[in-house]
């Protein structure tokens, strides 16, 4: 099973949409919030995809957080600002184990990460817009018989064509 993953994309579709093609096939989309009318844009397209609210939403009627059952795994999708992300990830450890997740998916810093706190994944796609680091990132998660891999991926560029 192929997971792509998403997070702080602020409208951006077309290089949203743009990353969705270079995942290749799919069988799901996650996004991390910011925004989450951009997830629901691209579920338009045909792709199912799932997403949450971020910080940046204020009056937006949608999810601050999601329990996701997918391939085996249990998936916590949150923006994390709720769980002070930018601070330490203690709060959020104990979310997830609250829920008995295995990942957690979140956005909300920027930074693309992937790392483990125990037995639960971190894992952070970056940012479309305004990314930190070397330019806008996106992720894959590769569920494979009950293992877990996560992928960070660098965008490529946008390609233009002169007449």
């Not at 949203?16 to 009318?37: C, F, K, R, T």
């Not at 910080?55 to 009627?61: L, P, T």
């Not at 680091?133 to 996106?138: A, F, H, L, R, V």
């Given at each position: ?114 790392f483990w706190l125990g037995k639960v994944l971190f894992f952070n796609p970056g940012s479309l817009y305004a ?8 992720g894959m998660l590769v569920l494979d018989n009950g293992t877990i891999r996560p992928e960070l991926h660098r ?9």
């Amino acid at each position: 099973m192929r997971i792509g993953v998403l997070s702080d994309t602020h409208g951006n579709l077309a290089l949203a949409e743009q990353v969705i093609g270079e995942m290749g096939s799919v069988d799901l989309v996650l996004h991390a919030g910011d925004y989450y009318e951009d997830s629901c844009r691209l579920a338009e397209s045909g792709v199912r995809v799932i997403g949450v609210v971020g910080n940046c939403e204020c009056g937006v009627d949608g999810p601050p957080e999601r329990l996701v059952q997918v391939g085996g795994k249990r998936v916590l999708l949150t923006h994390g600002h709720r769980y002070r992300v930018k601070q330490d990830f203690r709060s959020l450890l104990s979310r997830a184990r609250e829920l008995n997740a295995d990942v957690v998916v979140f956005g909300h810093t920027h930074r693309a990460e992937a790392f483990w706190l125990g037995k639960v994944l971190f894992f952070n796609p970056g940012s479309l817009y305004a990314p930190v680091g070397d330019g806008p990132t996106y992720g894959m998660l590769v569920l494979d018989n009950g293992t877990i891999r996560p992928e960070l991926h660098r965008v490529r560029a946008v390609r233009c064509s002169h007449v």
